[in-house]
DNA sequence: CTAGGGTTAG
């Protein structure tokens, strides 16, 4: 009689399964040194190969950001393997790591290898067309997909709307062109070109093609919000999130945002209380929206309630707080941020560490900025420029030049905001001769062309060096619009040299600005009289007079959050005019402790 | 026995 033997399989076919097990899952697997692991067991069992072991490989490594290593494995897999899998695998691996020009040239391989594209190659080739304004390489891509017949394959299309997209209000035509042309579309199409209107700025477009949709999803509806909150129509945006048949967390999150750029917080915070699920992107708004506003009880109150939620902040969070703190000055929140910065897996991220660089310096805390940069290790151009500007904006020239010189000679080559910088430090330090000599070979040296900011430097500086009429004389002669901060400098030096008999290069440069910017020298004036600046309020009604600007009695135009509004000597019409008053006196306050003599208008 | 792609809030 036999014994029936126990039904259990031999070790080594459940490590198999088990193997197996985990090849499927290759690409899912987020820790390096498992993957690393698995790469040993694979190229043991001479899978390295396999048509669908090596593809999974690569975007494994890719997803652990893992570049080099991913292009091994496409490497070893070998030419015999001519595999479309294999190739989208590494195109989608240098996409997604910032390397879109190498993925198109692995697109160019791919074709001399014989291998046709099939429909994810060029979603990918497409996805690494974002962030960029490449119009001339979408429409390139676009050939090819027609070229291939994946015209019709509803994916393909769909990214090529969004790709065009982001190339502006002429690739927003060539979306349209496509959309309109495309056999069937599905509500993603729809949502994409809805999203590509909204880009363009033409929100009457947007609604009429977001009527139009046949059906509407969760996004659809978002999507649409976000455009009207983003022109700030809140008005609008409320009546859309009161008839949305469902609101979702984005949608409550749109709100809230919307509000806060808005500049009504109290709104934006009832919302944000009411919200019925909150996640980490809901915190954020609200608390960079305090911190932007200068609220600073608010935001940090916010701030701690978010921490004793336990949620853990990622890149993005730790870089919007920061930098609605460095807009307002806020050192205090910045400070906390950083704290949980040291606590956190992202202390030696670049793109953290260059938020709260740009922080302190912007809060004038010039050491702390320094020590961040110092223990970075991996500084990138965005590094040098924070430190460069911060140093340079608080009078330290010398040492924002010697900083310069350094991140040269460390390989680095200086860009537009590099340059606006170092102009920015020869600014404030009074290094006059430099400043020329760097704003008139940066386009030689450096490939830069001058652009308004640069000129708003150089015209500071000259004006605070006394060459106030070469200061006039550029501002009329510069191939671009002069901005208002280039105003205020010009009448700053003006004002530190009495320098009145310029009066007719005040009127060229007033015939250039008008009709456009007629609120902006009403502006200037408000704020100089809000500063209790009465000689400057003298100098631009004079202007004014000089062009022949119909007087307007005590009535004046203040900027509000990038809208003029106008207002009369103690107009108390405007539902919020005893803020706004509060503000304006809190305003003046301000530039009065900051400038014995106006700002210099380089700055941000 | 296989994978992989497109749209919304910071």
Request: glycine share 8%; aromatic share 10%.
């Amino acid at each position: 009689m036999q014994m029936p033997t126990p039904i259990r399989a031999p070790t080594w076919v459940s490590r198999r399964r088990h193997f197996e097990q985990k090849l499927w899952d290759l690409d899912k697997c987020k820790d390096i040194n498992q993957l690393k692991q698995m790469q040993t067991l694979v190229y043991k069992s001479h899978l390295q190969q396999d048509p669908f072991i090596a593809p999974k490989l690569i975007s494994a490594f890719s997803n652990c950001r893992q570049i080099g290593s991913a292009l091994k494995v496409f490497e070893q897999a070998g030419e015999s393997n001519s595999n479309v899998r294999l190739y989208n695998a590494l195109i989608r691996a240098y996409v997604c790591n910032f390397q879109a020009l190498k993925g198109f040239e692995t697109f160019l391989n791919m074709q001399c290898a014989g291998i046709f594209p099939d429909n994810f190659t060029f979603s990918f080739l497409l996805k690494g067309c974002s962030g960029k304004c490449c119009l001339s390489l979408v429409s390139m891509i676009h050939t090819h997909v027609v070229k291939w017949g994946f015209e019709d394959d509803i994916y393909v299309p769909n990214s090529l709307i969004d790709a065009y997209s982001k190339c502006g209000v002429v690739g927003v035509r060539a979306a349209g062109k496509l959309f309109r042309g495309m056999k069937e579309r599905d509500v993603v199409s729809w949502n994409s070109m809805v999203g590509a209107l909204l880009k363009a700025g033409d929100l009457s477009e947007a609604r009429k093609v977001f009527d139009e949709m046949p059906e509407r999803d969760r996004v659809s509806w978002n999507t649409m919000l976000d455009g009207y909150t983003k022109a700030e129509q809140m008005s609008v945006a409320f009546e859309l999130f009161k008839n949305m048949p469902q609101r979702d967390v984005v949608s409550w999150s749109t709100m809230v945002s919307g509000y806060c750029k808005a500049g009504d917080l109290e709104m934006a915070r009832m919302l944000f209380d009411k919200m019925p699920s909150k996640n980490l992107i809901s915190w954020t708004i609200m608390i960079s929206g305090y911190a932007e506003k200068g609220l600073v009880n608010e935001a940090i109150e916010l701030y701690v309630q978010m921490e004793e939620t336990g949620l853990r902040l990622d890149v993005a969070a730790f870089v919007s707080i920061l930098a609605a703190c460095a807009e307002s000055g806020m050192l205090s929140l910045g400070k906390r941020v950083h704290d949980t910065v040291e606590r956190s897996m992202y202390k030696c991220n670049t793109l953290v560490c260059n938020a709260l660089i740009d922080m302190y310096a912007k809060c004038g805390s010039l050491h702390k900025a320094y020590k961040v940069f110092n223990g970075l290790k991996k500084r990138d151009l965005v590094s040098w420029n924070a430190m460069i500007h911060g140093l340079g904006m608080h009078g330290r020239g010398k040492k924002a030049l010697e900083l310069f010189f350094k991140m040269k000679q460390e390989g680095f080559v200086p860009d537009k905001v590099t340059l606006v910088g170092i102009l920015c430090a020869c600014n404030h330090t009074g290094l006059v001769d430099e400043g020329i000599i760097y704003f008139y070979s940066m386009e030689k040296d450096y490939g830069v062309i001058p652009e308004v900011e640069h000129y708003g430097c150089l015209i500071d500086l000259l004006g605070r060096g006394g060459y106030v009429r070469e200061a006039f004389e550029l501002a009329r002669k510069m191939p671009l619009e002069p901005n208002v901060k280039i105003w205020g400098s010009l009448l700053g030096a003006c004002r530190m040299h009495k320098a009145v008999e310029l009066a007719d290069d005040v009127r060229d440069l007033l015939v250039k600005l008008e009709p456009k910017n007629a609120g902006k020298l009403s502006a200037l004036s408000n704020i100089y009289a809000s500063a209790g600046d009465w000689d400057n309020v003298a100098n631009i009604r004079l202007m004014m007079k000089s062009i022949g600007r119909p007087k307007q009695s005590g009535a004046s135009l203040l900027q509000l959050n990038d809208e003029y509004r106008e207002f009369t000597v103690m107009d108390k019409s405007h539902v919020k005019s005893d803020k706004i008053y509060q503000m304006v006196d809190g305003l003046g306050q301000h530039l009065k402790l900051l400038s014995p003599v106006p700002a210099s208008h380089c700055d941000e």
